[in-house]
């Protein structure tokens, strides 16, 4: 199994954000997240820098504006404050627990356990972090498997993540769309099939947001052809235009 991803270009960019975040919670209170390690893992570019940390959002701004670095309360009540360093934004999010959901957003609280906020997030290769030195840290035991075969599963249970968060289907076919191979994860088509009602739930802007970055993939045919075949985008268009979809993609 990979332990760790070495020292990446990024890393030192985001250095004053770790240095002014270790200044006030000691080495190791803060990791980078999500996209940025899985991306690394998979030799795909990286662009976001998601950080996780143990400091709550005002010990955050407190640390970022002791070092002369800006902070912007951009999710303050999710736990978000987005650094800037060099010209460069950093999401920085506190570990987390949902409390409550309603399939749209989440109470949450803030803890000190990265396997807890771990257990939050949607797939496990999302869910894979790693410090300043590229050690890589993966609580569900399979992010980093998962990322290198390209397999979109579902932190614990499917039809949980997309209870909590029905914007996870559209996700699990965006992720389908740019990372899967093979066969995809059976758990999770019948998962998101059985909970596609929940999508009429979703805001609009949501939903044209995740629709336009799964249709960003290099050949995203199948995926919307699977998409037709459980339900999903009869709930997002007309009925009448998904009907010849699996045909139409057949023939481009």
């Known amino acids: 199994m990979t332990h760790s991803i070495g020292q990446k270009p990024w890393m030192q960019i985001a250095a004053p954000v770790f240095d002014a975040l270790e200044a006030k919670g000691g080495p190791g209170c803060a990791r980078f ?44 009540d999710h736990g978000t404050v987005t650094a800037v360093a060099g ?6 999010t506190t570990l987390r ?41 993966d609580p569900t035991g399979q992010g980093v498997a998962d990322a290198k075969a390209g397999r979109i ?12 968060d029905s914007l996870r289907i559209l996700r699990f076919f965006r992720f389908l769309a740019w990372y899967g191979k093979g066969e995809p994860d059976a758990a999770a088509v019948a998962a998101c099939a059985a909970g596609k009602g929940l999508l009429k739930n979703l805001a609009a802007e949501r939903v044209a947001k995740e629709l336009l970055k799964l249709l960003g993939a290099y050949d995203p045919r199948a995926t919307l052809a699977l998409m037709a075949q459980t339900g999903v985008l009869a709930e997002l268009l007309p009925a009448a235009q998904c009907s010849r979809l699996p045909q139409v993609l057949d023939e481009v």
């Open 153 to 164: 599963v579902f932190v614990g249970e499917a039809a949980t993540r997309i209870e909590e």
């Open 97 to 137: 627990r949902d409390v409550a959901t309603d399939g749209r957003r989440a109470v949450v609280a803030f803890t000190q356990d990265w396997s807890e906020d771990a257990q939050r997030r949607d797939f496990n290769l999302n869910a894979v972090y790693c410090d300043r030195q590229g050690n890589l840290f």
């Open 33 to 76: 997240v999500g996209g940025c390690v899985r991306n690394a893992l998979i030799g795909q570019p990286v662009g976001d820098l998601d950080i996780a940390t143990v400091l709550t959002p005002d010990q955050v701004t407190q640390a970022l504006v002791a070092a002369g670095l800006k902070a912007v309360p951009t999710g303050i």
């Open 87 to 92: 010209g460069q934004p950093f999401e920085i």
